[in-house]
Nanobody, 125 residues
């Protein structure tokens, strides 16, 4: 059984930081690109970032460039998302998955690949 378990979300003030983690089991982690996506209240799922299978290349949507950093530890089957200088518009449920799209050309889809249950990030004064 493939499992992805996110953690690290919470309530933070604007300008604050959070580090999300996603522990993966049931698949060959080191062979998979991994991604983070998010869903804001009342909106659709959108890409945030993805990382290649060995962590050499990382990709970000424009709205998080310079603020978020994706990384992975293949020895721990874990992918991370360091989020700095958080803004209210970053509020949402954050999901990790092994689905990805080159240049973010298509929207993320829960029916494609495997996804976790999500962790809530709320940015509010």
């Amino acid at each position: 059984e493939v499992r992805l378990v996110e953690s690290g979300g919470g309530l933070v003030q604007p300008g604050g930081s959070l580090r999300l983690s996603c522990v993966v089991s049931g698949l060959t982690f080191g062979a998979n690109y991994m991604s983070w996506a998010r869903q804001a209240p009342g909106k659709g799922l959108e890409w945030v970032s993805y990382i290649d299978h060995i962590g050499s290349n990382t990709y970000y949507v424009e709205s998080v460039k310079g603020r978020f950093t994706i990384s992975r530890d293949n020895a721990r089957n874990t992918v991370y998302l360091q989020m700095n200088n958080l803004k209210p518009e970053d509020t949402g449920l954050y999901y990790c998955g092994n689905d990805w799209s080159a240049d973010f050309n298509r929207p993320p889809n829960f029916n494609s690949g495997h996804w976790g249950q999500g962790t809530q990030v709320t940015v509010s004064p």
